[in-house]
């Protein structure tokens, strides 16, 4: 089977899945196929797929039969609800002609971060061509900005800002810079820093949450399937550098004590390992 049949047969999984239905014009249109072909794909797919989907006379279309299942794409929701929430907003969406279906999306606004062009590509070059950057840098933890050499080798998102991760040669420690607070930059010589060494940017700690013991049986069981916890328990990991991001979207930074049950709905069920895993980061 060639690819573009591949993707045929994948574009009819998804429109019956997520449509309900498919017919022979959406193939022409969005495959770009003649009817001829049109028909042979669906009655091909059919042949290799009995009763997974059927020819519906009175509609005069096809429909999704009893044993479904998907065979030749991955039905993902989270994946599709981000494709339909981008699509919503005017964001480029590979294959966005298969969607048919797009209900009012809202989301909240987030004030838009402040990211100069130029620095975005001098970290970019400097990560992929391993070089030194010169910046002017304004952190919370001082009232100037302040000129430093560092070298940075990824970036991370925290779900909020962009930050270069880097190895600062004034501190000497490997650090997060959040992009839209360089001032200035430029690109300096190789850097010879051994990136492998950002232990916290390559090795992984696991947050086991649950629901807060707080709320009801009813509650939690809610709260088990809306984070797809087994058994009581959920496992997410994550890479040390971003611990304490991922702990302040969670609303897992805090001592679950001062917020009510209703309100922070996890817990965390290994928090003295993660607390130990904090306090061994570097400074």
Known sequence: MTR???????FIEHRIYWHGSIGLADLMDVMEISRAQASKDLNGYISDHPDHLHYDKSARTYVMGHAFEAHYLSIDPAEYLADLAAIATGAAVPKSDWVVDLPDILAPTIPARGLNPATVRNVLLACTQHRRLAVSYQSMSSSEPTKREIAPHGLAHDGFRWHARAWCLRD????????????????????????????????????????????????RRAIELDYGMTDGAAEIPVRKSLLFYTLKRLGLDTDPELRRPQDQHIVLANASEIQSALDRRAP
């Open 172 to 219: 000497g420690i490997f650090k997060d810079f959040v992009l839209g607070r360089i001032l200035s930059s430029s690109l300096g010589d190789v850097s010879d820093i051994d990136t492998g060494a950002d232990k916290d940017w390559s090795e992984t700690v696991t947050l086991r949450i649950a629901s807060h013991p707080g709320l009801s049986e009813n509650q």
């Open 4 to 10: 573009w049949q591949r993707d045929r047969r994948a």
